[in-house]
């Protein structure tokens, strides 16, 4: 009996993500047709992240151990999760500046 409930609460869990997930998609793109001057911004993020991404995938290797061949990854396949980590460092790192620079601008503020 209590497997039941556990299985009927995984279920509803699914079902309020799937909600969730389509609500973050369909209300942004209801607010974009309202102020399409805001869809420029999201475009100026996307296309940042996007030159974060190709900085951090040219600095990638693609060189292929043991341990990934194992898992079936390849050259590219390496050298693209290589960018992925290199954009995540990339990133953390803008972010700590960017603390760091908010905190001491407002002491001199």
């Known amino acids: 009996m209590e497997q039941d409930f556990v299985d009927i609460m995984i279920i509803a869990s699914y079902a309020l993500l799937g909600l969730a997930a389509l609500a973050a998609i369909i209300l942004p793109l209801i607010n ?6 805001s ?3 999201g475009a ?5 992240i996007l030159i974060i991404f ?8 693609s060189e292929v151990t043991a341990t990934y061949s194992k898992f079936g990854i390849e050259s590219g396949m390496s050298k693209y999760i290589g960018g ?10 803008v972010a ?7 905190e001491i601008s407002k ?3």
């Not at 974009?32 to 001057?37: D, E, F, L, S, Y």
């Not at 992925?84 to 790192?93: A, D």
């Open 39 to 41: 869809l420029v911004t």
């Open 54 to 61: 190709g900085i951090g995938y040219s600095f990638a290797g």
């Open 32 to 37: 974009a047709i309202g102020n399409p001057k």
């Open 107 to 109: 002491i001199f503020s």
């Open 96 to 102: 700590i500046v960017g603390i760091v620079f908010t």
């Open 44 to 48: 100026i993020g996307l296309a940042v």
């Open 84 to 93: 992925i980590i290199n954009t995540t460092y990339i990133l953390i790192v």
